[in-house]
């Protein structure tokens, strides 16, 4: 069962991400500020769900949060500042774009760059425990997987359309077979000895 809220007296945004360990596309990251009483009986951490309940999710999430916002970071600068610090760059845009200024962040993750002087907290698994995380990584998987869909008509012999960028058996084998493209992550060991890009 989420927990509403961390606690009750500060606004509270949640922010989780999508697309650490691809091998391709950008990092999504999105943060969420819920109401408190926010309730719903699917809402939970984005990789328990199907992309159905997903999709579900998602317009209601939108609707009733007070405010939400999705970044993201390319995998050009990601190669540049490596994926750990674009995961902290995409939450930071993210809460950027917020209409509303929360006073409280909580975090999935065990780590975080401090974010304008606001307080911050981390919880491992944090997105099956608090409904603003949970929802933050609905928005995030569901942008990015969307994203990752429009690049497979680029490059369909990939199948981001499954795979979304994760280095299935069949993202590494046309990897083997067609070379990295310029949306792969070059900084990402991708294959024993890494192929030339196309």
């Not at 990015?144 to 590494?172: A, C, I, S």
């Not at 990897?175 to 493209?181: E, M, P, Q, V, Y």
């Amino acid at each position: 069962m989420l927990a509403s809220f961390y606690q009750k007296e500060l606004i509270e945004a949640g922010c989780d991400e999508a697309g650490r360990g691809c091998y391709a596309g950008p990092v999504f990251a999105a943060a969420v500020i819920l109401p408190k009483d926010f309730h719903h009986p699917l809402l939970n951490d984005s990789k328990q769900l199907s992309e159905k309940q997903r999709g579900e999710l998602r317009p209601i999430i939108e609707k009733e949060a007070i405010s939400f916002a999705v970044a993201s970071v390319s995998n050009e600068e990601i190669d540049q500042i490596n994926i750990l610090n674009a995961s902290f760059k995409a939450m930071h845009l993210a809460l950027d774009k917020l209409k509303k200024k929360p006073q409280l962040l909580l975090i999935d993750g065990n780590r975080f760059v401090p974010y304008k002087k606001i307080p911050h907290q981390c919880f491992i698994k944090g997105d099956g425990r608090f409904a603003a995380i949970a929802a933050a990584s609905i928005l995030a998987k569901t942008y990015r997987d969307e994203y990752m869909y429009q690049l497979h008509h680029q490059f369909p012999h990939y199948g981001w359309d499954r795979n979304k960028g994760y280095g299935t058996l069949v993202h590494r084998e046309a990897i083997s077979a067609f070379g990295l493209c310029d949306h792969h992550r070059k900084s990402f060991k991708l294959l024993p000895v890494q192929a030339e890009m196309f």
